[in-house]
């Protein structure tokens, strides 16, 4: 199996009403969609451009949103089909 490296943006926030939670940046237009950098480079200038205000708001950073300074991370993508599933390509029920 072959995999990728590429880097990506952690957000964070913890919160009374939600808790810790932890994501991916991405776009959720129905199904979400991880937002990928080839460099590290890219990553940090998209981060700065979107999300450098979060570190200078304490507002955001306080309850009732728990924001946290989004931070640069390195990912490994990777992409197999689950056998298990019984995937039938050839067939026209879609298996």
């Known amino acids: 199996m072959k995999s990728v490296r590429a880097w990506a943006i ?12 932890t994501w991916l940046d991405g776009e959720a237009n129905g199904t979400t969609r991880t937002r990928l950098f080839p460099t590290r480079d890219d990553a940090r200038k998209f981060c700065g451009e979107c999300y450098g205000y979060i570190a200078e708001r304490a507002d ?8 946290k300074p989004s ?11 689950d056998e298990s599933r019984g995937a039938n390509f050839g067939s026209a029920a879609g298996g």
């Not at 955001?60 to 924001?67: K, T």
């Not at 931070?71 to 089909?81: C, D, G, Q």
């Open 10 to 21: 952690l957000c964070t926030s913890d919160n009374e009403l939600d808790g810790a939670r």
């Open 60 to 67: 955001l950073q306080a309850e009732p949103y728990g924001w």
């Open 71 to 81: 931070r640069v991370v390195r990912v490994k993508i990777e992409i197999t089909i």
